[in-house]
């Protein structure tokens, strides 16, 4: 890619200052397509159907976000603590669990999907989490090494939509509104 921008007017007196070339490669597509209300996730990868794992996402009153979103941060290991998510060590919904493997952030507010093996036994039947989405870490570990940041994670299934700030929220919006905020509108 080559941005030609030296001494191009950017608005207001400003001007570019340096024309760039660079390289980059455009990765496999891999989406994951997560059905809360059926408890399945499907994982493809360039259009085909690689696996269906078994999930648990958020409870009642920790409903998961439905939209589209894009994996922010991944971590091999990650400590998660309730209080980050404005859940008092009072409360009877506090959790404090210092080794959650395959952590994957998809919001702002704290959503991942990850390994639960707390919930084993409710994921593919029932939604135990305090909002994100849960499976057993052998699945979790094959996610894992199959993703990249910036790799799609479509949620439906729920009446708790995702909005445009809370994460790489931009796929929400419609496009004739995403253009309304272009500068080229």
């Not at 991942?112 to 084993?120: E, G, Q, R």
């Not at 094959?142 to 994460?167: E, F, I």
Request: charged share 20%.
């Amino acid at each position: 890619m080559h941005a030609d921008i030296n001494s191009i007017p950017a608005g207001n007196g400003i001007y570019g200052q340096l024309s760039r070339t660079t390289r980059f490669h455009v990765g496999d597509a891999v989406i994951m397509k997560v059905d809360v209300a059926s408890h399945v996730m499907r994982v493809s990868k360039n259009g085909t159907l690689l696996r269906t794992i078994p999930i648990s996402a958020g409870k009642p009153g920790f409903t998961t976000r439905s939209g589209i979103k894009v994996i922010i941060e991944k971590f091999r290991v990650k400590h998660m603590d309730a209080a980050t998510t404005g859940i008092s060590e009072s409360d009877p919904e506090y959790y404090d669990i210092e080794d959650v493997e395959y952590a994957q952030r998809v919001t702002y507010s704290g959503e991942f999907i990850h390994a639960a093996p707390w919930s084993v036994g409710s994921q593919g039947s029932t939604n135990v989490s305090h909002g994100c989405v849960g499976m057993s870490t052998t699945n979790a570990g094959w996610l894992y090494s199959l993703t990249k940041r910036g790799d799609v994670v479509d949620v439906t299934g729920t009446d708790r939509h995702m909005d445009l700030y809370n994460g790489y929220g931009d796929w929400n919006a419609s496009f004739a509104d995403y253009r309304k905020g272009s500068a080229l509108s």
